[in-house]
């Protein structure tokens, strides 16, 4: 499966984006599907996950709260809305398909991925 992240962009503080995540090759249904980002000289660190249903969610405690996590298998797409954005939440944020059934927060899960979109949060 090809992913194709987008949606990022400079935004203010308190702000909010929504994040997509567009795959193509193989139906997203068959995947639970991640999101993670990587700040300047930081490690990859999960965001957020869902699982193939959408019946499951998780988030990491940064953005517990302020994230939501969706997918529209119909539209093989899988989307995260982010509001009240900080500074510290800018990083590249990049989409991640695993064919585990369960969500995993570690990175070496996830099989696939896209290329990554950029959000930065500056006033």
């Known amino acids: 499966v090809q992913l194709q992240a987008s949606g990022g962009g400079l935004v203010l503080p308190g702000d909010s984006l929504k994040l997509s995540c567009a795959a193509s090759?193989?139906?997203?249904?068959?995947?639970?599907m991640g999101w993670f980002r990587q700040a300047p000289g930081k490690e990859r660190e999960f965001v957020a996950g869902?699982?193939?249903?959408?019946?499951?969610?998780n988030y990491a405690d940064p953005v517990k709260g302020r994230s939501t996590i969706s997918r529209a298998n119909a539209k093989n797409t899988v989307y995260l809305q982010m509001n009240n954005l900080k500074p510290e939440d800018t990083a590249v944020y990049y989409c991640?398909?695993?064919?585990?059934?369960?969500?995993?927060?570690?990175?070496?899960?996830?099989?696939?991925w896209g290329q990554g979109t950029q959000v930065t949060v500056s006033s």
């Open positions: 991640a398909a695993s064919r585990r059934v369960t969500i995993y927060s570690s990175d070496t899960w996830y099989d696939f």
């Open positions: 090759g193989r139906t997203i249904s068959e995947y639970v």
């Open positions: 869902i699982t193939r249903g959408g019946g499951m969610t």
